[in-house]
């Protein structure tokens, strides 16, 4: 672990940036597949004429409604994600700490 408490990466900071713009592209299709997926569950779920070019008022609600589901959906998701993860750092946080006292305790 480094002075400022962060954990110290094995991978080289070539790796690492290559790692990070994966994820980031990894996100960027995944959001754009949710959103893409968003638009046709509401268009099924809502639209049921075509007689008009523009939604009418219970469409409009209904995309909406159906949007802010999705949404709500989305950011417990995540959130429960980000537990999960905070939780799986904390775990990889305590087993480095435990090998550090070890190490120290063998040099001693």
Same mark, same amino acid.
């Given at each position: 672990?480094?002075?400022?408490? @962060?954990?110290?990466?094995?991978?080289?900071?070539?790796?690492?940036? /290559? /790692?990070?713009?994966?994820?980031? $592209?990894?996100? !960027? &299709?995944?959001? #754009?597949?949710?959103?893409?997926?968003?638009?046709?569950? =509401? %268009?099924? @779920?809502?639209?049921?004429? %075509?007689?008009?070019?523009?939604?009418? $008022?219970?469409?409009?609600?209904?995309?909406?409604?159906?949007?802010?589901? /999705?949404?709500?959906? =989305?950011?417990?998701? @995540?959130?429960?994600?980000?537990? =999960?993860?905070?939780?799986? &750092? *904390?775990?990889?946080?305590?087993?480095? $700490?435990? *090998? !550090? #006292?070890?190490? $120290?305790?063998?040099?001693?």
């Amino acid at each position: 672990m480094s002075s400022d408490g @962060t954990i110290e990466s094995n991978y080289s900071d070539k790796d690492q940036a /290559y /790692y990070e713009q994966v994820t980031l $592209e990894q996100q !960027v &299709l995944h959001n #754009t597949r949710n959103y893409l997926t968003l638009g046709q569950m =509401a %268009f099924r @779920t809502c639209v049921h004429s %075509f007689l008009h070019s523009e939604l009418t $008022e219970r469409e409009k609600k209904c995309v909406s409604s159906v949007s802010l589901k /999705y949404i709500a959906s =989305a950011l417990r998701s @995540t959130s429960r994600l980000a537990e =999960a993860q905070a939780l799986v &750092l *904390k775990r990889e946080r305590e087993d480095l $700490e435990k *090998k !550090v #006292t070890v190490g $120290e305790k063998k040099l001693s």
